[in-house]
């Protein structure tokens, strides 16, 4: 059984903090994705990895950068922190290029910037 | 780029009764459409997917529509039960090289009893 796992599931950060997202995978997936879900907005691609040390930005990567160091682990950082990035981040891992196979989930980190 | 349109965004029937959740996608080029289910609180499953090669597929009480002319495909759940409640969300890409995964907004269907 896949397993996706995120490090932390509720966060509270401060306007201008430095966030880091962590989520490790254990089925050997090439490909490595963060989603942000928001309500009445569906999950937007923020940023997705086919490679270890390889990133490419999704539809919305403005504020958000990724680390790849190892290939069961990518963390989505966020340098400063706003108010607008309260959200729902959900990484996900797939066995297929680009989302076009099954992707797996995390459960999400809930993040509220104040 | 791709741009899904999902259709209603809540959607509430009868246990029993069959629901019926529609998606439009805007790429003629995409060949491929996945439906998530996530429950209250977990992550999204992998419910059903169809690739641009055939028109239906059914798994159980699930079905999937395709039709590739008017660009728009349809999720079906019949003899619905409580624990089919859950946002559904649609999403389709073409499987191409540097593609990427489109999302519709998502429908929260509620069975009631």
């Known amino acids: 059984d896949v397993k996706v796992t995120q490090s932390s599931r509720y966060l509270v950060k401060r306007t201008g903090e430095k966030v880091f997202l962590e989520c490790v995978q254990d089925?050997?997936?090439?490909?490595m994705f963060w989603y942000r879900q928001d309500p009445g907005l569906g999950l937007r691609l923020i940023y997705f990895s086919y490679d270890v040390k390889m990133k490419e930005k999704g539809d919305i990567p403005e504020g958000y950068s990724v680390s790849r160091e190892k290939k069961e682990r990518f963390s989505l950082i966020l340098e400063s922190a706003s108010t607008n990035q309260t959200s729902m981040y959900l990484c996900?891992?797939?066995?297929?290029?680009?989302?076009?196979?099954?992707?797996?989930f995390g459960e999400g980190s809930r993040l509220t910037v104040l | 780029g791709e741009n899904v349109e999902q259709h209603p965004s809540t959607l509430s029937v009868q246990e029993g009764d069959s629901a019926v959740i529609k998606c439009t996608y805007s790429?003629?080029?995409?060949?491929?459409f996945p439906w998530y289910k996530q429950e209250l609180g977990k992550r999204p499953q992998l419910i059903i997917d169809i690739r641009s090669n055939v028109g239906e597929k059914k798994d159980q009480r699930i079905a999937v529509t395709l039709n590739k002319t008017a660009k728009h495909f349809s999720l079906h759940i019949t003899e619905t039960q409580p624990e089919d409640s859950a946002v559904y969300f649609c999403a389709a890409v073409y499987t191409g090289t540097a593609s990427k995964l489109t999302f519709g907004t998502g429908t929260r269907l509620q069975v009631t009893l």
């Open positions: 996900a891992s797939s066995l297929w290029e680009l989302g076009t196979g099954e992707l797996f």
């Open positions: 089925m050997d997936h090439e490909n």
């Open positions: 790429d003629s080029a995409s060949n491929y």
